[in-house]
């Protein structure tokens, strides 16, 4: 059972970088031929993909963040993990990591509020 869960602080101030990191367990992110997204929930508005690694490495960026997002790995360790620069309230959101396609595989969220 492929198992995911986010981890990182809940408030980042703004101007700051969010860094998130999925851990996965159960499964590989090298050998497992998918894609590991990164999707965010802002309060009151639906799921929005910001990126995601495909298992050979390999970065893809919604465009709308594509300027203050990067997405890497650390193999050692199985995780990926998110970057987002420049941060302002409006990226307030419960953000997810998952496996996919398709989306079978979710972690439970982690929620970040970007505050002073």
């Known amino acids: 059972q492929v198992q995911l869960r986010e981890s990182g602080p809940g408030l980042v101030k703004p101007s700051q970088t969010l860094s998130l990191t999925c851990t996965v367990s159960g499964g590989s992110i090298t050998t497992d031929y998918y894609y590991w997204y990164w999707i965010r929930q802002p309060p009151g508005k639906g799921l929005e993909w910001m990126g995601s690694i495909l298992y050979t490495g390999s970065t893809y960026y919604s465009p709308s963040l594509k300027s203050r997002t990067s997405i890497s790995r650390d193999t050692s360790k199985n995780q990926f993990t998110l970057q987002l620069s420049s941060v302002t309230p409006e990226d307030t959101a419960v953000y997810y990591c998952?496996?996919?396609?398709?989306?079978?595989?979710w972690g439970q969220g982690t929620q970040v509020t970007v505050s002073s």
């Open positions: 998952a496996r996919g396609a398709p989306l079978a595989y």
